[in-house]
C-alpha cells in the first residue's frame, strides 16, 4: 500500500515556465510535509516544507499548496530554469523524529 | 549549518567482504538517523532507524545480521554491510534529524554512498 502517491512521473517544461508536482497521502495523523530536490549521484536536498495547519507556504521560487480535505499537497515552481531540472520528491511524516514516507519522485527538466 | 556528510562517497569492493559507512552531523546533533537505499531511478527506500544510544529498529524485510547499524553518538552513525554481495550494490543514504533549526521532523541527507559489489 503506498502512502504518498507522487505525479506525474516525468515533466517537461519550457524554461520561464511553472512546473506543478502533486502528491496525495492516505494516513490522516501525518503532520509534515516536506519536498526535496535530488540531483544524479546526490542526497536529497530539502526544499520548502508544510504543516497542516497553513494551506500554503511559499520560498523563493517554490511554493507549496496544501489541501488538508483533499489530502494533497503539491509544489509550483515559478519561473522554472534549466538548473531545476532534478527529481523531486514529496514526503510525509506522522511524528516528529520518525521516518519519512516518500513519493515515487518526478523527474524534471526544463528546456531552453 | 545542517551539514550531513557520508563517508566513503564512493566504494567499490570484492564479493564476500565488509563495507563500513559512516554518517555524521556535522554541526548539530542528531537525535536520530536514518539509512534510506535508493536504486536507479527509483524512490528512497528505508532500511533502519536509529536513535542515539539505543538499538536501530530495522524495517520489515531487511536482514538486521547483514546491514549492521551503530549509532554511538549524537554525530556519528554507521553502517556496516556485512558479506556483501552483488545485489547488495545501491546507493546507501543517511539522514539525520535533531535540533537543527528545522526542529526534530526535519530530516537532512547526506551526499550519500555509491556502493559497487564485484
Known amino acids: 500500500q503506498q502512502q504518498v502517491k507522487q505525479s506525474p512521473q516525468s515533466l517537461i517544461v519550457q524554461k520561464g515556465g511553472i512546473s506543478i508536482i502533486n502528491c496525495a497521502y492516505e494516513n490522516t495523523a501525518f503532520d509534515y510535509f516536506p519536498w526535496y530536490q535530488q540531483f544524479p549521484g546526490k542526497g536529497p536536498a530539502l526544499l520548502i516544507a508544510i504543516r497542516p495547519d497553513v494551506s500554503e507556504k511559499k520560498e523563493g521560487r517554490f511554493t507549496i499548496s496544501f489541501n488538508k480535505s483533499a489530502k494533497q499537497f503539491s509544489l509550483h515552481i515559478m519561473d522554472s530554469q534549466p538548473g531545476d531540472s532534478a527529481t523531486y520528491f514529496c514526503?510525509?511524516?506522522?511524528?516528529?523524529?520518525?521516518?519519512?514516507?516518500f513519493g515515487k519522485g518526478t523527474t524534471l527538466s526544463v528546456s531552453s | 549549518g545542517a551539514v550531513v556528510s557520508q563517508h566513503p562517497s564512493w566504494v567499490i569492493c570484492k564479493s564476500g567482504t565488509s563495507v563500513k559507512i559512516e554518517c555524521r552531523s556535522l554541526d548539530f546533533q542528531a537525535t536520530t538517523m536514518f539509512w534510506y537505499r535508493q536504486f536507479p531511478k527509483q524512490s528512497l527506500m528505508l532500511m533502519a532507524t536509529s536513535n542515539e544510544g539505543s538499538k536501530a529498529t530495522y524495517e520489515q524485510g531487511v536482514e538486521k545480521d547483514k546491514f549492521l547499524i551503530n549509532h554511538a553518538s549524537l554525530t556519528l552513525s554507521t553502517l556496516t554491510v556485512t558479506s556483501a554481495h552483488p545485489e547488495d550494490s545501491s546507493f546507501y543514504i543517511c539522514?539525520?534529524?535533531?535540533?537543527?533549526?528545522?526542529?526534530?521532523?526535519?530530516?537532512?541527507f547526506g551526499p550519500g554512498t555509491r556502493l559497487t559489489v564485484l
Open positions: 539522514s539525520a534529524s535533531g535540533l537543527a533549526g528545522g526542529g526534530t521532523d526535519t530530516q537532512y
Open positions: 514526503a510525509a511524516s506522522h511524528q516528529a523524529g520518525t521516518a519519512l514516507i
